[in-house]
């Protein structure tokens, strides 16, 4: 079956560096999704890429789709104390509506 | 908006004892909601797919005898883990999606604990 991983599995990084965690799908995917989960929450959805190549920014977020669009990967520049989170990505299969989630990378900064 | 309601948030109980926990959907019409299981640390894991109406699509693995699916209505989906087990412990957490390539709303998720 589809298989999702994200590496790294844990970065720790000193408040204002930046932070990149990279999602690998092992077969194409219709679209990708990233979710971020606070400790003891759920998860929250971030934001969705469909098109090959496909770059989107949230403010110090930015998300970029793969151009054979089995990768993605989510990059947050400056980070600060509330990017604090798992960060999941989470790959759909064409024709199918369910999610298969990424292993996260767990984000913890160093104040 | 897209709130996701789960209720309980915790439960305690006893081996052999079946527990029902309830996912709503509270502005927004579900098409679909989704079960996951997650463990300490782990990402989620897809335990069935339910449409509203219908049967639930269990994923592999997933004893569809242990885990009832009801979903109900457009807004309401419910897990019944039967004759519950200390294997059976983890975090329970549903989302509800308005169907095709809308994102998942996840409610806040179930803590089980069997003694």
């Known amino acids: 079956g589809q298989q999702v991983m994200q590496i790294p599995q844990y970065q720790h990084v000193q408040e204002g560096e930046d932070f990149t965690t990279y999602c690998n799908s092992s077969?194409?995917?219709?679209?990708i999704q990233w979710y971020k989960q606070r400790p003891g929450g759920h998860p929250v959805f971030l934001i969705q890429l469909v098109k090959s190549g496909e770059v989107k920014k949230q403010k110090r977020l930015t998300f970029q789709f793969g151009e054979a669009k089995k990768n993605s990967s989510l990059h947050i520049t400056a980070t600060q104390t509330t990017d604090v989170g798992t960060y999941f990505c989470?790959?759909?299969?064409?024709?199918?509506?369910?999610?298969?989630f990424g292993t996260g990378t767990r984000l913890t900064i160093i104040p | 908006g897209a709130v996701v309601s789960q209720h309980p948030s915790r439960v305690i109980c006893k081996s052999g004892t079946s527990v029902k926990i309830e996912c709503r959907s509270l502005d927004f019409q579900a098409t679909t909601m989704f079960w996951y299981r997650q463990f300490p640390k782990q990402s989620l894991m897809l335990m069935a797919t339910?449409?509203?109406?219908?049967?639930?699509?269990?994923e592999q693995g997933v004893e569809k005898d242990k885990f009832l699916i009801n979903h109900a209505s457009l807004t309401l989906s419910t897990l019944t883990v039967t004759s519950a087990h200390p294997e059976d412990s983890s975090f329970y957490i549903c989302?509800?999606?308005?169907?095709?390539?809308?994102?998942?709303?996840f409610g806040d998720g179930t803590r089980l604990s069997i003694l």
């Open positions: 339910s449409n509203e109406g219908s049967k639930a699509t269990y």
């Open positions: 989470a790959g759909r299969d064409f024709g199918n509506e369910k999610l298969t």
């Open positions: 077969t194409t995917l219709s679209n």
């Open positions: 989302s509800a999606s308005e169907g095709g390539d809308q994102p998942q709303h």
